[in-house]
């Protein structure tokens, strides 16, 4: 059984910075691709940013700047570091991993979700 647990989310200002960690656990050979994704109400879920295992990076335009990703491999946690939120970034945060169990079978896995709200 794989469980992705996020947590890092909550109530910030205009401005301000939050930390979003997502830490994998379960019976797993390896992780391959990791991401952040984000629904806000109304509207489809859309990536925020991705990271290979090797540490290469993809983001949202809309983000680009002021949020990082990065992982800890030998955790098996991905975080992303976002400085000077915008009220347009208020959404459901998720995360997202490529996991490889024993036997080589991939299945993708999705987080539970953490609220992001960005108001002053």
């Known amino acids: 059984q794989v469980q992705l647990v996020e947590s890092g989310g909550g109530l910030v200002q205009p401005g301000g910075s939050l930390r979003l960690s997502c830490a994998v656990s379960?019976?797993?050979?390896?992780?391959?691709?990791m991401g952040w994704y984000r629904q806000a109400p109304g509207n489809q879920r859309e990536l925020v940013a991705a990271?290979?295992?090797?540490?290469?990076?993809n983001y949202a335009d809309s983000i680009k700047g002021r949020f990082t990703i990065s992982r800890d491999n030998a955790k098996n946690t991905v975080y992303l570091q976002m400085n000077s939120l915008k009220p347009e970034d208020t959404a459901v945060y998720y995360c997202?991993?490529?996991?490889?169990?024993?036997?080589?079978?991939?299945?993708?896995?999705w987080g539970k979700g953490t609220l992001v709200t960005v108001s002053p």
């Open positions: 997202s991993a490529d996991v490889q169990l024993a036997g080589l079978k991939r299945v993708y896995y």
């Open positions: 379960g019976s797993i050979f390896s992780i391959n691709d």
């Open positions: 990271i290979t295992r090797g540490g290469s990076t």
